[in-house]
């Protein structure tokens, strides 16, 4: 059996490797056209895209559109937009002592991409990255979660649908199928998922010396100064750490909150839940479900440590909890060790923002990073600390903005993408200097006989 997968996944990448070779991908016009194409096949399948992400999490159609469908689109749109204009060489200064020579960057496609896809977004990040393949003369090979299939097999028709296997093709299969592609040799390889799989992914890339974009994650930090407005904090973070029930790379891992006002904050936070999602959360049609039996299992365990606030219910059959507050929770419990990806808020207090600005330098890099306070404070706790972006006052709208660059930093990640973003991840900057030939001035030559001259235009 996996004999005949290896043997397919080899057949398609020679396949591939072929249509690559025409250089047909490297006309904007091809490119532009499929960027049509695939926003054209994407409505098409919008209905059925919706109800897979239902019977897969749950996710509303609402919420599907907003988190996954408008997102893609949008940066769709954004390519179509701007391709002529990134696409275009770009001319750069050229020093005197290189004159009468011209300097300029062409940007080409790297080749053949390998893209692996998470199953929290399973559409959103599997087709996002596609985007800027294509945009960039890139083909692809799509490789998207199985823990959301239903999700995946409406990604697989839109793409067979749509495009010639040989110049972007989707394979369906489990772990063991991600191994056999990571063993071929692709020209870059973009990679979603948690840090330990990147690990892995770099690893095999690194046989074939092939660069990596990955989107990893981490605890990104939520951060309440005394002087926020309590109000709106409580209703964004809401929002942001509920939304795909915290199955999101950037949601607000955990909360360090000023202890004057953590009572107020974790009573208005719970407020919010109820307004959003209703009394008998379970019932509401807004509020996802967990991926799967294994997850949910993982998420009880951090429950064992700490004061549940609110929350704490469950329901394994319908892989259903319930968003959850814990209170009293110190750096060395369970739930401070891993990123939660869940419906799950742990609760630090400071009464200093030093002592946060050192927890969060003494543990790894988060992908976001949220404050509320005032700007002011904001910008000087973002001076002392890094990740990969974030917010002050809100919380997750960074990745709605396709002119900011996405991405993680070292734990979290490497590369950007999203706009221009996407557009470089897939392409090789190349430099070139051109030099006439109606004039050969000897500076350069040996035995260098106007070395003080050249030395002196050099500075």
């Given at each position: 059996?996996?004999?005949?997968?290896?043997?397919?996944?080899?057949?398609?990448?020679?396949?591939?490797?072929?249509?690559?070779?025409?250089?047909?991908?490297?006309?904007i016009?091809?490119?532009?056209?499929?960027?049509?194409?695939?926003?054209?096949a994407?409505?098409?399948?919008?209905?059925?895209?919706?109800?897979?992400?239902?019977?897969?999490?749950?996710?509303?159609?609402?919420?599907?559109y907003?988190?996954?469908?408008?997102?893609?689109?949008g940066?769709?749109?954004n390519?179509?937009?701007?391709?002529k204009?990134?696409?275009?060489?770009?001319?750069?200064?050229?020093?005197?002592?290189?004159?009468?020579?011209?300097?300029?960057?062409?940007?080409?496609?790297?080749?053949?991409?390998l893209?692996?896809?998470?199953?929290?977004y399973?559409?959103q990040?599997?087709?996002?990255p596609?985007?800027g393949?294509?945009?960039?003369?890139c083909?692809?090979?799509?490789?998207?979660?199985?823990?959301?299939?239903?999700?995946a097999?409406?990604?697989?028709?839109?793409?067979?649908?749509?495009?010639p296997?040989?110049?972007?093709?989707?394979?369906?299969?489990?772990?063991?199928?991600?191994?056999?592609?990571?063993?071929?040799?692709y020209?870059?390889?973009?990679?979603?998922?948690?840090?330990?799989?990147?690990?892995?992914?770099m690893?095999?890339?690194?046989?074939?010396?092939?660069?990596?974009?990955?989107?990893?994650?981490?605890?990104?930090?939520?951060?309440?100064?005394?002087?926020?407005n309590?109000?709106?904090?409580a209703?964004?973070?809401?929002?942001?750490?509920?939304?795909?029930?915290?199955?999101?790379?950037?949601?607000?891992?955990?909360?360090?909150?000023?202890?004057?006002v953590?009572?107020?904050?974790?009573?208005?936070?719970g407020?919010?839940?109820?307004?959003?999602?209703?009394e008998d959360?379970?019932?509401?049609?807004?509020?996802?479900?967990?991926?799967?039996?294994?997850?949910?299992?993982?998420?009880?365990?951090?429950?064992?440590?700490?004061?549940?606030?609110?929350?704490?219910?469950?329901?394994?059959?319908?892989?259903?909890i319930?968003?959850?507050?814990?209170?009293?929770?110190?750096?060395?419990?369970?739930?401070?060790?891993?990123?939660i990806?869940?419906?799950?808020?742990?609760?630090?207090?400071?009464?200093?923002?030093?002592e946060?600005?050192k927890?969060?330098?003494?543990?790894?890099?988060?992908?976001?990073?949220?404050?509320?306070?005032?700007?002011?404070?904001?910008?000087?706790?973002?001076?002392?600390?890094?990740?990969?972006?974030g917010?002050?006052n809100?919380?997750?709208m960074?990745?709605?903005?396709?002119?900011?660059?996405?991405?993680?930093?070292?734990?979290s990640?490497m590369?950007k993408?999203?706009?221009?973003?996407?557009?470089?991840?897939?392409?090789?900057?190349?430099?070139?200097v051109?030099?006439?030939?109606w004039?050969?001035?000897?500076?350069?030559?040996?035995?260098?006989?106007?070395?003080?001259?050249?030395?002196?235009?050099?500075?």
């Open positions: 059996m996996q004999d005949n997968i290896e043997s397919m996944i080899d057949i398609r990448l020679a396949n591939i490797k072929s249509f690559f070779s025409t250089n047909q991908t490297k006309s016009s091809f490119r532009l056209q499929q960027l049509r194409n695939l926003k054209e994407i409505l098409k399948f919008q209905p059925k895209l919706e109800q897979a992400l239902w019977e897969d999490l749950h996710k509303s159609p609402e919420e599907a907003l988190t996954e469908i408008s997102i893609v689109l940066e769709i749109d390519h179509i937009r701007h391709l204009k990134w696409s275009r060489p770009k001319k750069v200064l050229t020093p005197i002592h290189l004159l009468p020579s011209s300097s300029r960057i062409i940007y080409e496609p790297l080749g053949i991409a893209i692996i896809a998470p199953w929290n399973p559409f990040l599997l087709f996002n596609l985007v393949a294509i945009s960039a003369g083909c692809a090979v799509l490789k998207p979660s199985p823990d959301s299939s239903k999700t097999t409406v990604m697989e028709e839109i793409i067979t649908s749509t495009f296997a040989d110049y972007i093709t989707l394979i369906q299969g489990r772990r063991e199928v991600n191994t056999l592609l990571l063993q071929k040799q020209d870059v390889i973009f990679f979603t998922g948690s840090p330990a799989l990147g690990k892995i992914v690893k095999a890339a690194s046989e074939h010396l092939t660069p990596v974009v990955l989107e990893l994650g981490g605890k990104s930090p939520c951060i309440v100064d005394h002087d926020a309590i109000q709106v904090a209703k964004r973070i809401a929002w942001g750490k509920m939304i795909n029930a915290g199955q999101t790379c950037i949601a607000p891992d955990y909360l360090l909150v000023h202890e004057n953590k009572d107020d904050l974790l009573n208005l936070i407020k919010n839940i109820r307004e959003m999602y209703g959360i379970k019932k509401s049609r807004f509020y996802p479900r967990i991926v799967s039996d294994r997850a949910i299992q993982r998420l009880l365990k951090l429950l064992e440590k700490g004061t549940i606030y609110t929350g704490g219910d469950y329901d394994i059959n319908e892989k259903y319930s968003p959850t507050i814990i209170d009293n929770i110190t750096p060395s419990d369970p739930v401070m060790q891993e990123e990806f869940g419906p799950i808020l742990p609760v630090m207090t400071f009464n200093n923002i030093n946060v600005i927890y969060i330098n003494d543990n790894e890099k988060p992908l976001a990073f949220y404050y509320f306070g005032t700007n002011s404070n904001g910008k000087d706790i973002l001076l002392k600390t890094t990740s990969g972006g917010c002050i809100d919380t997750l960074h990745i709605a903005n396709h002119h900011l660059p996405f991405g993680g930093v070292g734990n990640g590369g993408y999203h706009g221009l973003g996407s557009f470089l991840a897939f392409s090789n900057s190349r430099a070139i051109s030099t006439p030939t004039i050969d001035l000897p500076l350069k030559y040996v035995p260098f006989k106007y070395f003080r001259l050249i030395k002196w235009i050099i500075g």
